[in-house]
């Protein structure tokens, strides 16, 4: 299994402004991948951060608008530039670890609020 | 595009009660399905995993099954208890990196 923890859990923001979300993991893993939830949507694939290479972003996002870092194989961040209140949502990292390596694990989240 | 989608959206029982979550996906041609709870400002947790080639997996009170041909899945829960009360998630892997997720069905069990 894998223990992520995600910061901020949650923030209010003014649009035009950027917001950077860090995901910590507690083992070294290969892939990390960010996912968006809208209010009562479904979640959706925002990109896969590898280590060592530049991530790989699902149509519709662009990396201009979400800029991701992934320095090691334990951390990433994902920022959520000149943000509108469409940007409003929950942001979720996640990882497949362990021996069942297609189990997918989640941090509990970042709740943003945009004004 | 992998659509999937849940009903019921929302969903209410008595405790005790044994009860039945719906999913189903547009293409067949999935590498897995997932179910997942969420918990507000708790992340989703994993719940049960069937590989395409599986007919379903068990865990304690929980069955899950899936009929890849028709497309679609069920989660049984047994005994139903009011810490069941969350949002269940069905997710399908389609052996990229993407898995695609319904929209929840919301579950509240009534003490």
């Known amino acids: 299994s894998a223990v992520i923890s995600q910061k901020p859990s949650r923030d209010i923001c003014q649009r035009g402004t950027s917001l950077t979300i860090q995901c910590q993991v507690d083992s070294q893993v290969t892939m990390m991948f960010w996912y968006r939830q809208q209010p009562g949507q479904s979640l959706t694939l925002i990109a896969t951060a590898n280590q060592g290479s530049e991530a790989t972003y699902e149509s519709g996002f662009v990396i201009d608008k979400f800029p991701i870092s992934r320095p090691n194989l334990t951390f990433s961040t994902l920022t959520v530039s000149n943000m509108s209140p469409e940007d409003s949502s929950i942001y979720l990292c996640?990882?497949?670890?362990?021996?069942?390596?297609?189990?997918?694990?989640f941090g509990p989240g970042t709740r943003l609020l945009v004004l | 595009k992998q659509e999937v989608t849940q009903i019921p959206a929302a969903l209410s029982v008595p405790e005790g009660e044994n009860l039945v979550l719906n999913c189903s996906f547009t293409d067949s041609a999935i590498y897995n399905l997932q179910w997942f709870r969420q918990d507000p400002g708790k992340g989703l947790t994993s719940l049960l995993l069937i590989q395409s080639s599986q007919r379903e997996q068990t865990s304690g009170r929980l069955n899950a099954s899936l009929d890849k041909s028709s497309g679609r899945s069920t989660l049984y829960i047994a005994a139903s208890q009011p810490g069941d009360s969350a949002t269940y998630l069905c997710?399908?892997?389609?052996?990229?990196?993407?898995?695609?997720f319904g929209t929840g069905t919301r579950l509240t069990v009534i003490p």
């Open positions: 996640s990882v497949r670890a362990g021996t069942r390596t297609e189990t997918q694990y």
């Open positions: 997710a399908v892997g389609t052996g990229a990196n993407n898995l695609f």
